[in-house]
């Protein structure tokens, strides 16, 4: 059995790890992947690189290209990143040739947009596809109860995992990384997002709270962790918060976020309180808790349900959550039990055997 993996976006995004984390676990399944990527720097075997820049020209010409691989291609099933305007054309083309299509829906995408443009071609994929796909799966609990009321029933949930042997505490990492930053002596306080449009819209409230932490510790620094098409608009808010201590790392090489993280003191997270953030599990809270971080901030939906209890919840505002902060600074706060926890419900290990049933849903066994 041949599986064509289609993701849009490229690395900059979140859902790019889930995917080619799929990509990695049908693998071990013993089945034949072709993985395409937008602007993927992976030159292995079966593994498709799709030009596409961040203008309407680039999407629409990424787009394209990804039409034809889904209309010529030989494969079995198509399995899609999203459903999104950019992976539409995909799904056309594989519904043409009567394709088995499993759809990987991480949240309501039109939330996140940034043009009422976006937001309504997005919302109308969202209301629409959903109907046209032979299977879904999702991350969200909170996403499939939704969907179940339009009468959409061929829905599962399928967690979010991570490389847990990536991101696990190493005091020897924590040592080199302190070092050579000068953060020896320092609070490094760490924020893990995209520099998307949906990525950055919790920013402002993170960075209006490190403000406050800062004016009461001087030596307190933020890690910033991400990239994206947003990166000037974040360099803008830090800015006008006036937040001058401060690093930025970029998310291409994953053994250097793991680096920084373990370096880091703590890590934070706030999720607005409305329907994008209910439907999601945040991945930088999987990756806080995997590194036995103490993590300190406002979560609600869906992360609050499965992990609220191994953090430090404030108040929905910047001044509760720099409260926590600076408390967090004096005394530390991890959890027991935290990283096994997501060891043994979300680590990438237990992947192959939730697709595994999903197929088998889906109307397609292994080998």
């Given amino acids: 059995m041949r599986i064509l993996l289609v993701n849009p976006l490229d690395y900059r995004y979140g859902t790019t790890y889930r995917a080619r984390m799929f990509a990695e676990s049908f693998k071990r399944l013993g089945l034949d992947v072709d993985y ?43 399995f899609i990143e999203n459903f999104t305007p950019l992976s539409l054309s995909s799904l056309i083309a594989a519904k043409l040739r009567m394709k088995t299509i499993i759809v990987d829906w991480d949240a309501f995408e039109f939330i996140f947009q940034k043009t009422f443009l976006r937001k309504i071609l997005t919302f109308l994929t969202e209301l629409i596809c959903p109907y046209c796909v032979d299977y879904i799966i999702s991350p969200s609990q909170h996403l499939i109860d939704s969907v179940k009321k339009r009468g959409i029933h061929k829905i599962s949930q399928v967690p979010h995992f991570i490389n847990t042997s990536l991101f696990r505490p190493e005091e020897s990492s924590r040592v080199k990384i302190r070092e050579k930053m000068s953060w020896e002596g320092k609070r490094v306080i760490c924020y893990l ?34 990239e994206g098409s947003c990166e000037n608009e974040v360099i803008k808010l830090l800015d006008q918060h006036a937040i001058k201590n401060y690093h930025i790392l970029g998310i291409k090489q994953q053994n250097l976020v793991a680096e920084y993280i373990n370096a880091a003191d703590m890590g934070i997270i706030y999720l607005q309180n409305d329907l994008g953030s209910a439907m999601r599990t945040s991945i930088k809270l999987l990756v806080y808790l995997s590194m036995n971080k103490p993590v300190i901030g406002y979560i609600t939906g869906e992360s609050r349900d499965a992990l609220g209890r191994f953090i430090v919840s404030c108040e929905a505002n910047p001044e509760s959550l720099a409260e926590r902060i600076i408390e967090a600074a004096n005394s530390g706060c991890v959890f027991e039990g935290a990283r096994d926890y997501i060891v043994k419900n979300y680590s990438f290990e237990a992947a192959p055997d939730f697709l595994r049933e999903i197929l088998k849903k889906a109307g397609k066994k292994c080998a």
């Avoid at 720097?41 to 690189?49: G, M, Q, R, T």
């Avoid at 919790?202 to 890690?223: G, H, N, P, W």
Wanted: hydrophobic share 45%; charged share 20%; proline share 1%.
């Fill in 36 to 78: 395409v990527e937008a602007n993927s720097s992976d030159n292995s075997e079966n593994a498709i690189s799709v030009k596409q820049g961040d203008n309407i020209i680039g999407y629409f010409s990424g787009s394209l290209r990804r039409s034809l691989l889904c209309f010529f291609r030989k494969y079995d099933i198509l």
């Fill in 193 to 226: 997002c995209a520099f998307n449009p949906g990525g950055i819209r919790d920013l402002r409230i993170i960075l209006e709270a490190m403000k406050l932490v800062i004016s009461r510790i001087q030596d307190a620094c933020l890690l910033l962790i991400g």
